[in-house]
């Protein structure tokens, strides 16, 4: 919204935020270190105000946050408790994204975000951190003449290959190659294997990745998914696999998420491989929402429940991708901008058959209702399920390994490009 309708964007900071919490339990606590008064040291403190380490803190942050934020009157928006909205005459607005101490306030008048900032520093302790340019280890970067806005972790990226000392690597062009498949087999047998792969950080690079895949990077997404299956007990070949991603992120670590443009239409893609999973013969499900010519939300992960066919993948993953998009739909519509059918491209014929036409009941009768939401929001109209060819289908690159090509391809549909 920011990058489309070049809104100012700020950015703030609670210091010592869960310090500002009212409790609501009767707690008790040891006299702290160096603090305990002669004569009284069998005595305890009785706490008025929350305090870090307690259970409760962040909540008690919250709801002294929330109950604030509303009495000058702010919405809360039902799809997501951490964001609001207040809106004022003359199409003015103001945003306002709390992730537990940090904030990004967005609106198209400067003057009343600095009113904003006035009234909260007057109740809480605030650092203004002026025009956001990075936010959980997320860059933002911004071209305000060409209404662009970058989002990179290259930074981050970049440390992570120094931690594991992958930075003088030699790069490749994808994470994983093309019908490249893990599976337990590859896990160790006996207990020299063990020791041997217990020197390894497996775990530490995979969830750093992970972290990665989550804010800006939807190209790893399915390599992450795959090597993070063998979290428990993963062989030799399982941290090849993670080594050729951390490869591949050496050579893409510039790459970041370009919003931009002036159209402003959610569309979705969804894909499913079949039986990908060489354990329990579970396939993947990928989905890739854009908006503003860049990905907003993106998935790779196994489905719940064994598929009997194609066709039956390609409908849970559409199931799926049909949640997230009346998600969005509802987010946007309380942001004022209210989109009526949010296109979903599939590129299974027989998956959008029966999500038209219930008239196949001896095939599909097995199938959980769950699945059959899909029909639903197709019979209603808030979600438009459309055919599209496999070379054109973005989320191809979330369900399996690609070849070069449409990887690349799928990567740039993506809004991901160099900076």
Sequence with gaps: ???????????????????????????????????????????????????????????????????????????????????????????????????????????????????????????????????????????????????????SQKNYLKKILRRFNMQDCKSISTPLPVNFKLSSSMCPNNEAERKEMSRVPYASVVGSLMFAMICTRPDIAQAVGAVSRYMANPGGEHWIAVKRILRYIRGTSDVALCYGGSEFTVRGYVDSDFAGDLDKRKSTTGYVFTLAGAAVSWVSKLQTVVALSTTEAEYMAATQACKEAIWIQRLLEELGHKQQKIPVFCDSQSALHIARNPAFHSRTKHIGVQYHFVREVVEDGSVDLQKIHTKKNLADVLTKPINTDKFVWSRSSCGLAET
Aim: glycine letters at 6%; a neutral charge.
């Design 1 to 151: 919204m920011c990058a489309t309708f070049d809104l100012h964007l700020e950015q703030l900071d609670v210091k010592t935020a869960f310090l500002h919490g009212e409790l609501e339990e009767e707690i008790y606590m040891l006299q702290p270190e160096g603090f305990v008064e002669k004569g009284k040291e069998n005595l305890v403190c009785r706490l008025n105000k929350s305090l870090y380490g307690l259970k409760q803190a962040p909540r008690c942050w919250y709801k002294r946050f929330d109950s604030f934020i509303m009495s000058l009157g702010y919405n809360r928006l039902s799809s997501d408790h951490c964001a609001y909205y207040k809106r004022f005459e003359d199409n003015d607005f103001i945003i306002l994204l709390l992730y537990v101490d940090d904030m990004l306030v967005a609106g198209p008048n400067k003057d009343r975000i600095q009113e904003l900032k006035a009234q909260l520093a007057r109740e809480f302790e605030m650092k203004d951190l002026g025009p956001a340019n990075k936010i959980l280890g997320m860059q933002i970067h911004r071209d305000r003449n060409n209404r662009k806005i970058w989002l």
